[in-house]
């Protein structure tokens, strides 16, 4: 069993736009959860989406993914909604595209955004 723990996006001080955390390689998971948490906010209000993709790119994603897709179905909710300090969590079952991002939009305020992938599947 391969077990994959990342840190998608580390201490992104969000205070205007989106952001994209970096993309993460799935092809060998049946399962992974993503977290994301919100700290030291100030009046702080964005929503973030989980996506995926299905192109080959480069070996780290740097390059070559551009055929990003919201995923609808990734857990109870689609999209997050951030507000005050604290963690939220996807957990998906059966996904079987290669890669996924997460992508904060802000609203409103300041925050720190930490956002954690964890993956379980064969070598």
Same mark, same amino acid.
């Given at each position: 069993m391969r077990v994959v723990n990342a840190l998608i996006l580390d201490g992104?001080?969000?205070s205007s736009g989106s952001v994209d955390s970096s993309p993460l390689w799935i092809g060998h998971f049946t399962g992974y959860? %993503?977290?994301v948490t919100v700290s030291a906010q100030?009046?702080?209000g964005a929503t973030a989406k989980l996506q995926a993709c299905n192109d080959s790119g480069n070996s780290d994603g740097s390059s070559g993914l551009s055929n990003w897709v919201?995923?609808?179905n990734s857990g109870a909710t689609a999209n997050l909604t951030l507000a005050s300090?604290?963690?939220q969590l996807w957990? %998906?079952?059966g996904s079987y595209y290669k890669w996924?991002?997460?992508v904060s939009t802000w609203s409103a305020g300041s925050a720190t955004l930490n956002i954690r992938?964890?993956?379980k599947g064969s070598q």
């Open positions: 992104y001080a969000q959860s %993503v977290s100030s009046s702080y919201d995923l609808p300090d604290g963690t957990n %998906v079952d996924i991002r997460v992938a964890n993956g």
